[in-house]
């Protein structure tokens, strides 16, 4: 089992849809980081948290860490939205180790 | 100010040549981590360097790989004897502190003949 699941594993919507990706995580944490991989395989930061929910243009992250769980949200979403996105969580024991998901795939159809 | 380069971009090689991948974090990042991401595959940590302490080691998939840092700046990752599994595509990233977000370098794709 991979100390960082995330769902849904692919994802289409039409463009202006809100989306919701989820990230669960087993592993004790500092932090949790957002990232955004593109389709020509750049990587971008979109957050970093450890409480309470952080808000940048149309994406939204919250995360729970009782129940172990984060969530990114878009809103309005648009085609240019289109790509991958990863959790990684950053293992409290070492401080220094991220533990990834495996990445939710996401199309954004005009 | 300049990201995290890589270089090169690609490369190709022949099973059983040695490789040297360079990366260039953002001046001042302190923490300095390789990954390799296969196709359709998540990322794999490989090695992590955080100042002038020994690396973490841990994600080196055998003894072919080796990393090191010079002067707390730049980084190389050799792979010694390629195997055709090798291929990938290998990414850096840097950061500036503990509990700070990473930034990734645009990764150098490799592939083993």
């Known amino acids: 089992k991979n100390e960082v699941e995330q769902s849904p594993q692919n994802l289409t919507a039409q463009e202006g849809e809100f989306i919701t990706i989820n990230c669960s995580y087993s592993?004790?944490?500092?932090?949790l980081h957002w990232l955004q991989q593109h389709p020509g395989g750049g990587i971008v930061s979109l957050f970093m948290?450890?409480?309470g929910k952080k808000k940048h243009g149309r994406l939204i992250a919250t995360i729970n860490i009782q129940e172990k769980h984060s969530s990114l949200h878009i809103t309005a979403s648009h085609p240019r939205d289109s790509a991958v996105y990863i959790c990684?969580?950053?293992?409290?024991?070492?401080?220094?180790?991220?533990?990834f998901g495996t990445g939710t795939s996401l199309t954004v159809i005009p | 100010g300049a990201g995290v380069s890589q270089s090169p971009s690609n490369k190709v090689t022949e099973k059983g040549k040695d490789v040297e991948l360079r990366c260039d974090p953002i001046s001042g990042h302190t923490a300095l981590y390789w990954y390799r991401q296969s196709l359709g595959q998540g990322l794999e940590f490989l090695i992590y360097?955080?100042?002038?302490?020994?690396?973490?080691k841990s994600g080196l998939p055998s003894d072919r790989f080796s990393a090191e840092r010079t002067g707390g700046s730049v980084s190389t990752l050799t792979i010694q004897r390629t195997q055709q599994e090798d291929s990938a595509v290998y990414l850096c990233?840097?950061?500036?502190?503990?509990?700070?977000?990473?930034?990734f370098g645009p990764g150098t794709r490799l592939t083993v003949l």
């Open positions: 948290l450890s409480s």
């Open positions: 592993v004790g944490i500092s932090a």
């Open positions: 990684a969580a950053l293992c409290q024991n070492t401080g220094n180790q991220f533990y």
């Open positions: 990233a840097s950061r500036l502190a503990v509990f700070n977000e990473q930034f």
């Open positions: 360097f955080q100042g002038n302490s020994a690396p973490d």
